[in-house]
């Protein structure tokens, strides 16, 4: 692998990272803009979402679909900066923790909403209290929107298999990628594509070499674990400490890629840079250069495989 290659963003919080069909890399952060990185380094701003930009997936009229943490899905123009609300709600109930996604070839959108309890700006508390209210939600071609898999511990990326097979989503909280089959004989069931992650998952994304790329925000955390295990007072107590006084993430650079069997492809655990870039939240692999987004840095990364 090549040394980290970190290109700073006017935006703190870059999330997640998606190429476009011309190279340009796009990334949305905490203030609400989308930013197009050009593939000479240019910088602009491209569109404002008026809420949260997370998980960013290209939309196949050339725009951008992205999930807005407080707005839910919408729909962006990154030419004239327009910005479209395609889904918003669940049975009449506004999405709190839009994440994620990834689009079939009909138009499907499958999508996260990681909890009905806690929005992003409580996190932790998701992680704290395991709510398991996280969601794998469906938007059809003709608009309806549909909960598939619910009871998930932080909901959070989301991808297809090459064939379209099944829908993949990673779940924060239980570190692993559970499965939900679409076709065959085992169509409407689910199972584990991935179990016991070294690290929380985070946003994940079908890579151009075919391999389902796994973000981990940090590795797994032994107090974390514990306070996940402890009864419900004591995990519900952990939420109301300071948040200055509660423990942070670990600093890490920790990507993996799976094959449509599970199969671990590739393990890239790179040295973290200190205040430079560390906690992975994105991820993208493009024609063998990986593209790195984190919630918790004003600039996205690269390197080569």
């Not at 949260?52 to 899905?73: F, N, Q, T, Y």
């Amino acid at each position: 692998m090549s040394p980290l290659s970190v290109i700073p963003v006017p935006g703190y919080g870059c999330e997640d990272v998606v190429v476009g069909t011309d190279g340009a890399v796009f990334t949305g952060t905490a203030d609400g803009s989308l930013w197009r990185i050009d593939p000479d380094g240019s910088i602009r701003h491209v569109a404002h979402t008026g809420g949260r930009p997370l998980g960013i997936e290209l939309h196949p009229d050339g725009g951008l679909l992205v999930c807005d943490a407080s707005r839910g899905l919408l729909r962006v123009d990154p030419a004239t900066g327009v910005v479209e609300s395609v889904a918003s709600e669940v049975d009449g109930r506004a999405m709190l923790f839009c994440n994620n996604a990834a689009i079939a070839g009909d138009g499907t959108v499958w999508f996260s909403d990681s909890s009905t309890r806690f929005g992003l700006d409580r996190w932790k508390a998701e992680m704290a209290v395991d709510t398991r209210t996280g969601r794998l939600l469906r938007r059809s071609p003709d608009g309806a929107v549909s909960t598939v898999l619910d009871g998930l511990s932080f909901a959070n990326g989301v991808a297809l298999a090459i064939d379209e097979s099944f829908v993949v989503v990673a779940e924060t909280g239980a570190r692993r990628l559970t499965r939900h089959w679409l076709t065959g004989a085992r169509a409407g069931t689910h199972d584990l594509l991935v179990d016991d992650l070294p690290g929380y998952p985070d946003n994940i994304s079908r890579g151009s070499d075919g391999l389902i790329w796994v973000a981990l925000a940090g590795p797994r955390d032994p107090i974390v674990e514990a306070i996940r295990r402890a009864p419900g007072p004591v995990r519900r107590g952990v939420t109301l400490i300071p948040a200055r006084l509660q423990p942070g993430a670990r600093q890490s650079i920790h990507v993996q890629a799976y094959d449509d069997s599970g199969r671990l492809v590739h393990d890239c655990d790179l040295p973290a840079t200190g205040p430079a870039y560390s906690m992975v939240t994105g991820v993208r692999e493009h024609h063998g250069t990986v593209w790195l987004g984190s919630v918790e840095q004003p600039a996205v990364a690269s390197f080569r495989l």
